[in-house]
């Protein structure tokens, strides 16, 4: 590892201040960074520790609305009461991460900045609608987490800002979450699926489906939340879901599989992301 | 790069120490503080030698720099012993065999504790899940999954 600066600043606007410098990185729970910076593919000049700064870590409750600060372990996310039972997909995503050591380190918003397509809460925040709250030096801006993704690592995050919180406005009656992998715990996702549905009399009032690892960025799968929402859930309507989720993405073939692969099982575990958030909902 | 002054409780004994930045925790407790049971393996956090436990919980001391845990309460392997006798599932390894080459010993021992502490009910299938963060490369998995529930059984039935 190549020396660096550390600095644990106890306020965010000194963070911002810091991490505005060049060849300056943020450190959260290091199980991204720690990692690459032994490999040298990280070599940051100054290193920014969060862990100091009073109010980025714990999960509250508002109304309906449940709040995570971005320096929350993933390990808290997923033994969340209030996580596993109004954002469930959530809860199961941060449950895939890694192995227990590692999940009580990573925090939420290192597994979010890391804008990994991969991640997996990133298809759980994006069925929650997840509102992602960012600050720096001047002040803060709130942004959808449908909008925060702009490529594979790439977010909208302009130097020195920040990520602070999550906020997931409104519970959905039923979600599920699939990581499509080999390996019970510690593996990659080949692709991972959410889906938030909120039911009324037998009608779909509301349907949210997220895909990771599909695409240049994590996605909501439009087309096929277009189809559910209004309708009563029908296999031939869950079987056109899948369908049209499949036919919106756009993935890619590497040493984990190929691309027509990824494509096949959009298809399959959307209709079965959404079979279960539906049984969940009608439970 | 400056050395930063980090004061942590190692197994209950207060640290003084200036940490260069960059030295892992891992590398605090072996090469600083002299504590070699906790072992390094595969160094990215894949393989669990290196678990010990911090104000509680268990982590891969090899992704958490030393500067960070200033104020913190580490257990390492050598912190399980009390008054000349094993902790129970250091005992339960011995008894069922539970280790062969002893390289992964160490970590397996520590995430299986703090498993053991939160809740020793947890049934065969949930314990082997929630080990998957630890590799044995000799795989003697069976002989550890039987010293794990063993230790759970004892500690289940002594509380």
Redesign the interface.
Known sequence: ??????F?PTTLAEASRLFAEEHAQL?AG??DL??G??AYTETPQS?I?L?RIPGLSGITTDGDSINIGAMTKV?EVELSADVQQHHTALAEGASEI?????R??ATLGGNIAHASPAADTVAGLLVADAQVDIADADGERSVPINELFTGPGQTVLTPGEIITRFRLPSPASGSHYIKHKI????DLAFIGVAAAVNLDNGTITDARIGLAAVAPTPIRATAAENLLRGNEPTPELIERAGEAAAAGCSPISDLRCSAEHRREMVNVLTKRTVQNALARATA | ??K?PVALTVNGDEHDLLI???K?LLAVLRDTIGLTGTKEGC????C?AC?VI?DG????S????G??VSGKEITTIEGLASDGELHPVQQAFIDTGGYQCGFCTPGFIM?SKV?IDEDPDRSEEEFR??L???ICRCTGYTKILEAVLKAAKQIRTST
């Open positions: 590892m190549k020396s660096f600066a550390f644990e450190l290091g199980t720690v990692i910076m032994k290193v520790s862990q390990r890694g192995s227990i050591q590692i009580n380190l390996r019970e715990v510690m | 790069m400056a930063h260069e930045p960059r892992t160094s990215t956090g894949d669990g678990t911090v919980k268990a982590v891969t090899c992704m958490v720099l500067v960070t995430a498993l899940h929630a998957g963060g630890n």
